[in-house]
C-alpha cells in the first residue's frame, strides 16, 4: 500500500486528509506536535501512525528523515494565519509566519526527496487562493502563500525528469481554527502593533471585524479540501492548482479577468476598508 506524510495532521484539513487517505487504503504517517495529539489520532484508524514532527525543528524533520523508509507522497499542509497591517506587523512576528507557513515546508520537503525520487512520488502543498489574491490585513498569511506558490512551482518543473508532480490546493475559508477564532486571533495581532499603529488602524480593524462573520459563514469544510488533495495524489494526470468551491473559483476567475484597481476597490469595501480617514 502507498505511504504518505502529511504535516499538520492534528486537526482540520490535516486531520481530514488524514482520515480520508487512510478510508482509501493509505498507509498514513501523521505529522503532529504532540504526542497526545497523535495518540487521539492514531486511536482513530488502525492505518494512522502519529509521528511527532514540528516542522520548524531541524532535530524533528531530521529524525522522520531518517526513519522513513518508504515514502510515496508528502502533503505539507501545517500552518496558520497572522493577521494584521503590514506597517503595524512586528517584523519577529512576519518572521514566525513565513518560518510556519514557508521555510517549515521547503525544510520538509529537500529533506524527504530522496524517498520520493525512489518511488517517483508526489508532493502537495495545502496553499490557500490568499498564496495568488491579497486582502487587506492579512499581508502576512498572504506573503507566505505568495511564497510558498512561487516554490511550488519551481519545483514542479525541477522535479519532472524524476517523474515526481507537484500540485497546490487552494481553498478560501475554510471551517478550521484559522477562521473558528478569527475574531480572537485578530484582536490579539491588533494589541500586539505599538499604540501608534492601533491608532492609524482603528478604521480598519473595525472594518474587518465586521467582515469575520461573512468569512465563518462562507467557510466550507475540511472534508472538500481533503478530497482535493486525494485527486491531487491520485489523478493519473495532476493539474499544478486545485481550487477548492465554486465561490473561490469564481473569485479567481474574476480577479484574474478584472483591471486592478477594480479588484482592489471590491477587497478593500469587502474587508472594510476605510475611504478616507
Known sequence: MP?????????????????????????????????????????????????????????????????????????NNAGFAQLGPMEGIPLEVLREQLEVNFFGHVAVTQALLPRLRESRGRVVFTSSLSGRIATPLTGPYNASKFALEGAADALRMELKPWGIRVALVEPAQIATDIWGNADEDFDAAMAAMTPEAQELYAGHAAGFRKSIPLSQKLAAPAESVAKA?????????????????????????????????????????????????
Open 3 to 75: 505511504t504518505v506524510l502529511i504535516t499538520g495532521a492534528s486537526r482540520g484539513i490535516g486531520r481530514a486528509t488524514a482520515l480520508r487517505l487512510a478510508d482509501a487504503g493509505w498507509d498514513v504517517l501523521a505529522g503532529v506536535r504532540r504526542e497526545q495529539d497523535g495518540e487521539a489520532l492514531a486511536s482513530s484508524h488502525a492505518r494512522i501512525t502519529p509521528v511527532v514532527l514540528d516542522i520548524t525543528n531541524a532535530d524533528h524533520i531530521a529524525r522522520v528523515a531518517a526513519e522513513v523508509t518508504q515514502l510515496d507522497a508528502l502533503v
Open 229 to 277: 488533495i486525494e485527486k491531487a495524489l491520485t489523478s493519473r494526470h495532476p493539474r499544478a492548482r486545485y481550487v477548492v468551491g465554486a465561490f473561490p473559483k469564481a473569485q479567481a476567475a474574476m480577479t484574474g479577468a478584472s483591471p486592478t484597481p477594480a479588484v482592489d476597490a471590491i477587497l478593500r469595501k469587502m474587508t472594510g476598508v476605510p475611504r478616507k480617514l
